[in-house]
């Protein structure tokens, strides 16, 4: 039988609440004990590695301080990073020099672009990640960054001094206070805690304080925070069980194979560790209503379903998929957990049923009849801090030189975590040298939408990136990151490597010149089709076309344009990635030349003032849904700015609202000018007349 208390050494070995101490010093081993460093930052998560390693990037002598450095870039949940969204905050943490991208194409067992029906724009970067492989490999790679040592520690609270009287701030933290009473001092503070502020782990009516299965929870720093005056909140999540691969029937399963050739998460990895033939495969089997029967039967033996914290919206366990989609079968997806485990994840069947009852749902399942369930599937409900207490930087408006990431600021997902590990890791060394801080506009990146969205907006419930939640995602895309963001991060805050900032150089240059080309050069269509048979180009009127225009054809991509004009164009095939972002670079070419338009528009306006008086719902002249006039007519925003951020009001609707206000503030004008010209005539007829 399993429990809370019997399921494996990893629960109980860490439930009775060791005190742990300066255990282990490692990277910059020079380091010795009382140093003051730079920058501290408090967790090994995605967000605390990725935040150490930027901050010892930008030159800051950097500690991170973890409750156990074997737990250093531990997978909590899914084995798998990417995804529609994700992958961009990926792409874009890569660009400013980040780890996990890195790390994954060294550790990946599956890769696969999702949404690929769609534009390139869209594209989601995901895989299945060997969980072993990437902790090895992050460990390795944090252990070895210069200017960044590690240690073992479980921090209870913060050291406070008077603030600096030019910023705001009740009070600046300089240091922190360890379980065993031990304090190390620092300039900048980065909190990335996880699920572990009074985290309590929870499966059907049992629950234990715990950060995740196996791991102490962090409450001396839970009640500091709160004592300090932040407005804290409570959200929760889960994880599915664990299944003996062994016990799995696939041969009755649907088989998904991955990407030939696989894409890379990172821009500098010319491929990744692993042969597309010797990935592995992951199936799809689909619940049934005896799941819905085993569920809606013991919801009074389920404590965390009946908690009225609200868990992630878009990653629901199975009991509120049941609960919310009556008789519906819902996807489960079987992936490894890596190239030599036994283990498979049962992604969809995320669940805290008692241990039984989760083992009798699993076998009720096609192809899992005869499954053994290995560890059971668990919740966590833990704090989370009102993210609209920080500024765009990460830095709180309570604290000066605190600085928040990751799960602790109410997100979901290792890649949400990682994207605000490298900005805060970026500001925490830039705060210490008093420069000013590197912030991401929603124009420029997926980041800088994630960290508006949750300074501004905040958030009741975990929150996960989409691109529905770009409003520019058309120019935010996937492959053009580094263009967006590797300049910055080099010449700004020195957090990118040369090598990195000179791929970037050549890959921009190469792009403007196979650009210049490919519109340099010019047929009539017949010739075009003459050349290019594939391509579906009519010759009804035989205009001229540039190469550019023909590379839009989704029959044509460069190779086979350099196959049918080689002399100008063969040099831009020798490279897969350029000649692919070629390809992106002519589908969005005529669309973008609009939305850069667009985008200098809404930034040169973002505070332009919107009328008090109007009234959306009613309001005519202008093309808006009323799904836009609703959100308007609630939010009531003073600005153009804005209203663009309100979730669900499009960038179409935005230059809409934008070009009305400004056409009826110009018609306004030309009126009041008309009637002081009226007046001006008026008054000077009166002193001719007078003068008469
Ligand atoms: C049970 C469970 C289910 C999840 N399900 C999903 C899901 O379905 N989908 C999804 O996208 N994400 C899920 N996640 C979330 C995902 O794991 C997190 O979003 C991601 O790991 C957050 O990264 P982080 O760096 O903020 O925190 P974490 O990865 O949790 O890292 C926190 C780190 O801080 C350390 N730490 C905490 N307190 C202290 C302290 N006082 N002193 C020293 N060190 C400390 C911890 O030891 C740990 O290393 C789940 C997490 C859990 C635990």
């Not at 995320?350 to 599937?377: D, F, H, R, Y």
Request: aromatic share 6%; charged share 25%.
């Amino acid at each position: 039988m399993f429990s809370l208390r019997n399921c494996g050494l990893w629960v109980a070995a860490s439930l009775t609440k060791k005190r742990l101490t300066l255990a282990r010093f490692s990277g910059d081993s020079a380091a010795p004990l009382g140093t003051k460093f730079d920058v501290i930052v408090i967790g090994g998560g995605h967000a605390g590695t990725e935040a150490a390693a930027a901050a010892a990037r930008c030159g800051s002598r950097t500690l991170l301080l973890t409750h156990r450095v074997d737990t250093i870039g531990q997978m909590s949940c899914n084995p798998s990073f990417g995804g529609i969204g994700k992958g961009h905050l990926m792409r874009e943490v890569d660009a400013l020099d980040g780890l996990c991208t890195r790390i994954c194409d060294q550790s990946g067992v599956h890769y696969k672009v999702l949404n690929r029906r769609k534009g390139p724009a869209v594209w989601g970067l995901r895989a299945q990640i060997d969980r072993k492989l990437y902790k090895q490999n992050m460990q390795k790679e944090i252990l070895n960054t210069p200017l960044l040592t590690v240690q073992e520690g479980a921090v209870e609270d913060l050291i406070l001094t008077e603030p600096e009287p030019e910023y705001t701030g009740k009070c600046r933290v300089s240091g922190v206070v360890l379980a065993d009473g031990s304090t190390v001092h620092a300039e900048s503070v980065v909190l990335t805690t996880g699920t572990f502020l009074r985290g309590v782990i929870v499966i059907g009516l049992e629950m234990h304080p715990a950060g995740r299965l196996g791991d102490q929870p962090s409450i001396g720093l839970a009640h500091t925070l709160e004592k300090l005056g932040f407005v804290v909140g409570r959200l929760k999540t889960g994880t599915p069980p664990r299944i003996a691969k062994e016990s799995i029937n696939f041969s009755i399963l649907n088989k998904q194979t991955p990407d030939n050739p696989s894409i890379p998460f990172s821009f500098i990895s010319e491929t990744v560790w692993i042969k597309p033939e010797d990935q592995l495969p992951c199936y799809l089997t689909h619940t049934n209503p005896k799941v819905d029967e085993i569920v809606l039967e013991n919801l009074h033996l389920n404590s965390h379903i009946k908690e009225t914290t609200r868990g992630p919206r878009y990653c629901p366990s199975i009991e509120s998929k049941v609960l919310r989609f009556p008789n519906r079968l819902h996807q489960v997806w079987l992936e490894p957990e890596g190239m030599d485990s036994d283990l498979i994840y049962p992604q969809g069947l995320s669940v805290t049923l008692p241990a039984e009852l989760q083992e009798k749902m699993i076998t009720c399942i096609k192809g899992l009849e005869k499954a053994k369930m290995i560890q059971p599937g668990y919740g966590v409900q833990y704090d989370y801090l009102d993210p609209r207490q920080i500024t765009p930087s990460l830095e709180t408006h309570l604290v000066q030189r605190l600085f928040f990431a990751g799960q602790i600021n109410g997100t979901t997902g290792y890649e949400e975590a990682a994207a605000q590990g490298v900005i805060a890791g970026i500001n925490a060394s830039l705060r210490v040298k008093r420069k000013p801080p590197f912030v991401v506009s929603r124009t420029e990146g997926y980041i800088g939408v994630l960290i508006d969205d949750l300074t501004t907006l905040g958030t009741n419930e975990p929150y996960r990136m989409f691109t529905s939640r770009a409003e520019f995602r058309l120019s935010l895309r996937p492959d053009n990151a580094d263009s967006r963001l590797t300049f910055r991060g080099y010449k700004e805050v020195g957090c990118v490597s040369q090598q990195r900032y000179e791929r970037a150089s050549w890959m921009k240059s190469s792009l403007e010149e196979g650009i210049s080309v490919l519109k340099s050069i010019e047929f009539s269509s017949s010739k075009w089709k003459k050349l290019i048979p594939e391509a579906s180009i009519s010759i009804g009127k035989s205009l001229p076309l540039r190469a550019l225009d023909v590379l839009k054809y989704e029959e044509v991509d460069m190779k086979l344009l350099a196959t049918a004009v080689p002399a100008p164009l063969k040099k831009y095939i020798t490279c897969r990635e350029l000649a692919e972002r070629l390809k992106i670079e002519a589908i969005y070419e005529s669309v973008l030349f609009h939305q850069q338009q667009q985008i200098k528009e809404v930034q040169q306006e973002e505070a332009l003032q919107l009328p008090k008086d109007l009234d959306y719902l009613t309001l005519r002249d202008v093309s808006l849904s009323y799904e836009v006039r609703e959100k308007l007519h609630f939010s009531r925003p003073e600005t153009i700015g804005a209203a663009s951020r309100i979730p669900g009001v499009t960038p179409a609707a935005i230059i809409n609202l934008l070009r009305f206000v400004k056409t009826t503030q110009q018609r306004q004008a030309a009126m009041d000018e008309l009637s002081n010209t009226d007046q001006y005539l008026c008054e000077t007829d009166k002193l001719e007349e007078r003068h008469l």
